[in-house]
């Protein structure tokens, strides 16, 4: 089965920029959708962005116009290009599928994201 393994995460300074990358272990082509997801203190896991094979993506309000969601299937490989930062976005960010059947690989370690004011 395919693992996922996140990295990229850092400490900045709000305004800051970063960019994510989530390496799995094996062909990431069949996986129509991947998604980010973040997990912040005491909150629930939520989607941020998500991204088809197609190239279609989608973002969640709270990041759109500052995160941009690319994949390299040749590369197995899922990134997240994070501007703008904000204290908010403090939070442990993951990658996984993301389609509408909730159907998702197991969770890799997650990378830590924080940002100060």
């Known amino acids: 089965q395919v693992q996922l393994v996140e990295s990229g995460g850092a400490l900045v300074q709000a305004g800051g920029s970063l960019r994510l990358s989530c390496a799995a272990s094996?062909?990431?082509?069949?996986?129509?959708?991947m998604g980010w997801y973040r997990q912040a203190p005491g909150k629930q896991r939520e989607l941020v962005a998500r991204i088809t094979n197609g190239g279609g993506r989608n973002y969640a309000d709270s990041v759109r116009d500052r995160y941009t969601i690319s994949r390299d299937n040749a590369k197995t490989t899922v990134y997240l290009q994070m501007n703008s930062l904000k204290p908010e976005d403090t939070a442990v960010y993951y990658c996984?599928?993301?389609?509408?059947?909730?159907?998702?690989?197991?969770w890799g370690q997650g990378t830590q994201v924080t940002v100060s004011s």
């Open positions: 996984n599928k993301a389609d509408a059947y909730g159907t998702r690989l197991p």
């Open positions: 094996g062909s990431i082509f069949s996986i129509n959708v």
